[in-house]
């Protein structure tokens, strides 16, 4: 086993949030985390629970190890799995004039010369 870490956490966990199998050591009021060996459900590669996820695990209240290895977990990701990606698409803002009023606008795409733009006051009342 390479790189295994023992690690105490600082903080009290409720006893409810712990999973039943996880190798964990109560010393007084902290517990003993220590890194972990996995088999992927998928892929059949060992892989490591780290210290960190365990923590994390804990603190979310997960009653289960995880069964797959990153890999695995972020192709399933990107496959759209669980829809709950919470990924913040940035809109990138654009310097346009309004060919409306003529003031400076702020457009959330490329502008273009076949198409004019207008400020958000023009737009609405255009369409008013
Ligand atoms: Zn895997
Ligand atoms: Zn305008």
Redesign the pocket.
Known sequence: MRGARTFILAVKIPEQFFMPNADLRKERDFYMFQDKTLV??????D?IFTVGEQEFYAEKGFQNEPA??K???NSRKNAGGNGRTGMKREVVMHEAVCAECGRETQIPFKPTNTRPVYCKECFDARRA
């Open positions: 992927c459900k998928d892929c059949g590669n892989f797959r290895c890999d695995c977990r």
